[in-house]
């Protein structure tokens, strides 16, 4: 897989043998010796991932990797910084500022071209989801902020066998106030992750079991489980297992002895671009359930109604379907004297009763403005003119205040229809049902009407 | 990356050798022996790739794959089927069942593994996009059909330097009924991708050019073309090369001396993959688009109107907003007197009048049962004002008829508000327009009334 990648160095023969190594393996490459002049590359640019020097005069890399991460056009994009420091305190200022990993320099090829490989991947498929989730989002599809959220009360699994580093695993991942799990068999893991949606999954590789690699691979393979960030954690001399582990679908690796706020920097790292991924699917998924939904009463729209029916009724649902067409008596005077708020809060209310006093396998539409359609499946006629019946009374009999101090009283006409032994249409059985209502109308409102015949 | 593989073969040493060797890459692997057993097992598994031997008693690879294509439970798992058999008709046959690719028998192991990344890595891709895109079907929100869609003027770009072979191959597809364009250097490649939406690229290994795998990679690290599927072409010496092709995102290969038909048969699979694809992308949107549409009238909704108001707001429009609340009169009695339908249609009769009577750049959205919001950006009390006048003059004088031979005439009450010099929200500003309009209905209906200060 090739992607473009940005080199940002201050040094030239640094970057130049970096982007000959590179170029090499088929990567499309820019390269900058200026923090500022990189974040304005990247913002235009929009590479798949980031290589940047710690170490750079003016504005460091520590400082471009905080500008890039914060800025909505680069924050999903992954950032290796390089650095001739050993210091775990700047791996972890790094961390801290949002890099996704901290590689030393001299740089091992090997190593860079598989981290990148892992890279590369998560962020194609981000891009996927961001494609869709922020088109819902640009549209107004979605409420939340984009802020960076709090990883407490996130879940993580610890995957070890061996009591004493499990633990020393699970209390740094408690005091960042994430609740750990913990399974040490890869029984337990199945059991675990097929019950609880975990946000982190934190492998030990110096697991007694034949070969921990094969834990991550099942992970990998199930789609439960296949995009929870998967954290490796090993002895240094390990490393050709991490590579393979990365390689198999991990997202991280955290070196033993385990330092404390290592472990928390990359584990709040990897919780947070879960929740970014999760909270793009959750906008189309509102996205997808505003098509169908009337935003006032929350009840399903037309759309949605009329699909349903069709359904129904080609399932030749045996006992029948009844459908009652629900009108707001006198609605428009209740408009005109309190005004729209008043009018939206009577259908609210209307809403609520409708809501409460029907039963959980019937569904409800919002039909027009001031119209409510409630299907029926399995009702017959007698059914259905009691249900109506109940309806009437109680809406007829609700409190109701369209401005303080004063009551108004609800009423509904309410016309139902029913399917025969004949075979209908959607539209046939709600036209007998609005006709009915409309004898309803005529015959002094507050009552209900069945069709003739559906 | 890991994945689940279904092996199908009936003679158990072949899959126990095959087992091994991907278990060893750590795959998760499933086996059948028995075609039908199969096509159950990949329909309750869901495994990321199958691999299906062509000759099995009872029913064959053949059999099986054209089955596996036909459900829609197993359409999107690639399949490679494995033979034998070294005839180019029984390729033929394998591709046209609808295999991705066929691979013969001794498989080799590099060849069959990068083969594997590639489809995986394509299958996952696809996973996300039905994910979403069966959820908005399920919900109703598509009404194409996925029954298979013919590739005839489905366009392809040919990139070869050399006239001879580029015609044959652009005649090749030609007879399938795809357009071919062709591109015989880097630079008329980007250019063309740039501005023609190609549903294939086919890219021959044989150019003159310094490597040919260049162009692959910047076509793959590219946007616009990253999901356009890529078909190598090359001389059957050239395998290396085709393998560092796949790792770089190619999706098919056509060995030379070019086969009509087989190339056909892989244009053909790979375009129609592609259709797939973009129609699991167009469900997405279209759902997003009905989120924020009126069904009816197709002006956007009370949702939309909020958020275009608060935008409009923020961006502190330097020459002010005005609204229009335009409400039909006695919208009632036309339902009341003619029923539903033709309700409908007069609310559609005057919303096309809206569209035709207002500016390009004024927003329209339905309000309510019978009402409508037109927002005006940088229109001043006045302008307002005659525009709105002008929209009730056009409605009065419109032709309607509910029914045949009847006519009736509509008219509508509006009410205008504008920002002024101090800042408004966008319910102050709807709410002065509901009021300027009560006060029009007050005052004798079919007029236009200015809100006394917004």
Redesign the interface.
Known sequence: ????ILIVDDTPSHSRALEARLIAE???IATSQDGLEAVRLAQAW?P?VILLDAMMPLLDGFAVCHRLKGDPLTQHIPIIMISALQEASDRLKGLDAGADDFLSKPVDPGTLLVRLRSLV?IK??LD??RA?GE??RS???SNESMAMPSVSGARALVIDDQDLSAQTLQDSLSHEGILPGRAASEMEVMALTASIPFDLIVLSLSMAVDDP??V???L??T?ISHDVPLLLVSSQADRARVLRGF???ANDWLALPVVDAELRARARNLIRRKFYQDRL?AD??S??E???TD?LTGFY????LM?HLRGLLAGGSPNGIAVMMVDVDHF?SIN?RF??SAGDMALKTIADTLRNRTRVFDSIARY???EFVVVMPGAGAADAMSAAERLRTSIETMNFSPEPGIKAQLTVSIGVSYTGSQSTTPELLL?SA??AM?LA?RSGRNRVEMAASA
């Open positions: 897989m090739t992607a473009r088929y990567y499309q929009q798949d991947r194609r498929h996927e989801l869709r088109a819902a549209l107004g599809l690699l094969r991550a691979a099942m990998r393979a789609d390689d198999l679908g699917r189309l998924g996205a997808l505003m098509a169908l935003p729209n037309q759309r949605y699909r428009k005109d005004g729209h027009g403005g001031e036209q609005d006709q409309y109308k």
